[in-house]
């Protein structure tokens, strides 16, 4: 199994970014996916996740008016539309796939993580 994130970067605060995922060596239309950052000198918290189909998305509140989180089966990615930054969007951000079709369950896999810093 290997998940590999990218889209990170500097990016001002208001604007617009993607972050993807590619996932590798598993059936990925069977499993939900997730992402989760650590902000500086905080631990790994949930953002947002989705399930195996993508008819079931679910948000942090924090986050919940401002990211989606769309997959694409047939490409084997899922992505982090991330509207709006805010300076504490500012995390190392993880993508990661769940045992099961549910992202209240726990992940098996984790990727090596992008970094978001939002600052103008």
């Known amino acids: 199994v290997q998940l590999v994130e990218s889209g990170g970067g500097l990016a001002q605060p208001g604007r617009f970014l993607t972050l993807s995922c590619v996932a590798f060596?598993?059936?990925?239309?069977?499993?939900?996916m997730s992402w989760a950052c650590q902000a500086p000198g905080k631990g790994l918290e949930w953002v947002s996740g989705?399930?195996?189909?993508?008819?079931?998305?679910y948000h942090l509140d924090f986050v919940k008016d401002r990211f989606t989180i769309p997959r694409n089966n047939a490409k084997n990615t899922v992505h982090l539309h991330m509207n709006n930054l805010k300076p504490e969007d500012t995390a190392l951000y993880y993508c990661?796939?769940?045992?099961?079709?549910?992202?209240?369950?726990?992940?098996?896999?984790w990727g090596q993580g992008t970094l978001l810093t939002v600052s103008s």
């Open positions: 990661g796939s769940h045992n099961y079709d549910t992202v209240y369950g726990p992940v098996d896999a």
């Open positions: 060596g598993f059936t990925f239309s069977d499993k939900a």
């Open positions: 989705i399930k195996s189909g993508g008819s079931a998305t």
